[in-house]
């Protein structure tokens, strides 16, 4: 009974976040998990128009090698700096992490960040996310409601990249 409990209010919390993401970024929710699933089996021209409906941007080529299509998509690269403010402790360090390793995995659960990670040095340059949403303010509202970038421990620094739709990381 506790799990069925657990698993109704994540959902509910889950449903809300995808709700109140929308309102702070006066943008629509997009479902681009489903979209990249679905891509194998669409069309190019169907994922084209569903990618343009939804406002990313997008353009296509003929790879000369094996005449397939490509279709590429403008994803946005934010790079988590270190912030000027370093200051917390350890307790309220942890509990920032905490919050910020929530954060991204809500954002990979609601389909707006693909990927996210940590750089492996202890360089200025913390870490970094791909957003898959279409526009630039929402990927840079998104990556600022991000705990450690509210409590200025990170900064964001946005690019627009892109990709290949549907190209698996190896």
């Not at 996210?116 to 040095?121: A, Y």
């Amino acid at each position: 009974m506790k799990k069925i409990i657990l698993l109704s209010f994540n959902l509910l919390v889950l449903l809300a976040c995808k709700k109140e993401t929308a309102k702070l970024t006066n943008e629509k929710p997009i479902d681009s998990v489903q979209i990249k699933v679905a891509s194998s089996e669409k069309s190019t021209l169907t994922l084209k128009n569903e990618l343009t409906e939804q406002g990313f941007e997008i353009f296509d080529y003929v790879d000369e090698k094996t005449q397939d299509t490509i279709l590429m998509q403008q994803y946005f690269l934010a790079f988590l700096k270190k912030g000027p403010v370093r200051s917390q402790n350890e307790a309220e360090a942890a509990e920032l992490q905490k919050q910020h390793l929530a954060h991204l995995s809500r954002m990979y659960e609601l389909g707006y960040a693909d990927i996210s990670g940590p750089f492996g040095d202890d360089g200025d340059i913390r870490g970094i996310t791909i957003y898959n949403v279409p526009t630039f303010e929402m990927a840079d509202s998104l990556a600022n409601l991000d705990p450690m970038v509210k409590s200025g421990r990170l900064v964001i620094e946005m690019h627009p990249w892109w990709a290949a739709k549907g190209f698996p990381l190896r």
